[in-house]
């Protein structure tokens, strides 16, 4: 195994499944109504849906990877929108009120969202094609690297979850919120670099 292309694998993880997202956002305010308990059917709906995303981007990127011209360009719009979203990250607002939901959700709304969750198919998009040979070739290897993945995912909704209304004091503080969102943001554009340099 390649130990730069598996550092570089779990770095982009790591920032990924916990920076503010969809996901992350949600479960933060919904924990911070309901607490963790009433949050968990929300959270197993999402390691559902996101996984069930994962295993079909995985089965696409098998064709992508054999139509080279396309798997490149995929990476480099992958790579442009993570530099991107580095930047978003890194100058986002603290969670505030608007992000509350009034009503306790459960596994079927955590299992939908992964759908619309724009953030989850550009992560497994960059995921399976960036950082697709980790494991090896073939849709088996994608599907044991959508494991690692869940392994960060899952434990990042339910840490928001857990903490919401502590996150949410947290990030209310300007210099907390600057100092999380910038590390965050330079990990994620420390990984689209390293996307783009040749190996």
């Known amino acids: 195994m390649d130990n730069e292309l598996l550092l570089a694998t779990i770095t982009f993880q790591i920032?990924?499944?916990?920076?503010?997202?969809?996901?992350?956002v949600?479960?933060?305010?919904?924990?911070?109504?309901h607490g963790l308990k009433g949050t968990i059917p929300l959270i197993m709906g999402m390691a559902v849906g996101w996984?069930?995303?994962?295993?079909?981007?995985?089965?696409?990127?098998?064709?992508?990877e054999e139509n080279q011209n396309l798997f490149q360009l995929l990476t480099y719009i992958g790579?442009?929108?993570?530099?991107?979203?580095?930047?978003?990250?890194?100058?986002?607002?603290?969670?505030?009120?608007?992000h509350q939901q009034a009503d306790r959700l459960?596994?079927?709304t955590g299992m939908i969202l992964?759908?619309?969750?724009?953030?989850?198919?550009i992560h497994f998009l960059v995921l399976l094609t960036a950082?697709?040979?980790?494991?090896?070739?073939?849709f088996a290897s994608k599907?044991?690297?959508?494991?690692?993945?869940?392994?960060?995912?899952?434990?990042?909704?339910i840490t928001w979850a857990a903490f919401g209304t502590l996150l949410r004091k947290i990030f209310s503080t300007e210099q907390s919120a600057k100092n999380l969102n910038m590390a965050m943001g330079v990990a994620l554009f420390a990984v689209a670099i390293w996307i783009v340099i040749p190996h």
């Open 15 to 24: 920032a990924m499944c916990f920076s503010p997202g969809p996901n992350n």
């Open 26 to 33: 949600l479960c933060a305010a919904h924990g911070s109504q």
């Open 51 to 64: 996984s069930a995303l994962g295993l079909f981007i995985a089965a696409a990127t098998v064709f992508i």
């Open 79 to 98: 790579a442009a929108y993570i530099a991107y979203l580095s930047f978003k990250v890194a100058t986002s607002s603290p969670i505030d009120s608007k």
């Open 106 to 108: 459960g596994f079927r």
């Open 114 to 121: 992964q759908v619309v969750n724009g953030k989850a198919w």
């Open 131 to 138: 950082f697709g040979g980790l494991f090896g070739t073939g």
């Open 143 to 157: 599907a044991l690297l959508i494991l690692l993945n869940l392994s960060f995912g899952l434990p990042a909704v």
